[in-house]
């Protein structure tokens, strides 16, 4: 992913987070509302599942999502190129995904508006009680 991001500095800007005694580093941290300045957002698990992904869906921004074991209780519903867009595992088709969002100002307004519906309506602390 950081090669990826390292040739392609027009479409990524990638980070790597050291955490160091359970905080990130001040210089690479980035605010879940910090999230908010990039057109789209790209959310890979870590060392387990992506604790963020929950929040990174009110952010009004599309999402590509690499593909992960890990489901969450609200994810059943969503719905590929509706609500995110897909990323491979092996990130093959990061590229092309990413261009695809970033060259298609309706279809990145469209799956970042449906993104957000959907969590407004099944992210929450009623649909996690359900």
């Not at 905080?23 to 992506?50: M, N």
């Not at 009110?58 to 992960?68: A, C, F, G, H």
């Not at 590229?95 to 307004?109: G, Q, Y």
């Not at 970042?112 to 929450?124: F, H, K, M, V």
Request: hydrophobic share 35%.
């Amino acid at each position: 992913m950081f090669e990826i991001g390292k040739n392609r500095p027009d479409l990524f800007d990638i980070r790597a987070h050291n955490f160091s005694g359970g905080s990130p580093d001040k210089e690479s941290f980035v605010t879940l509302p910090g999230h908010c300045r990039w057109s789209a957002l790209l959310d890979v698990e870590g060392r387990g599942y992506s604790g963020r992904r929950k929040y990174l869906f009110y952010s009004n921004r599309p999402l590509l999502i690499v593909d992960d074991q890990w489901r969450e209780f609200w994810q059943d519903g969503l719905r590929p190129m509706v609500h995110y867009v897909p990323v491979r595992s092996d990130l093959g088709d990061l590229v092309e995904k990413a261009e695809l969002l970033l060259n298609n100002e309706p279809l990145r307004r469209e799956i970042a508006e449906n993104a957000l519906a959907y969590a407004r309506n099944n992210i929450t602390r009623e649909s996690a009680y359900r």
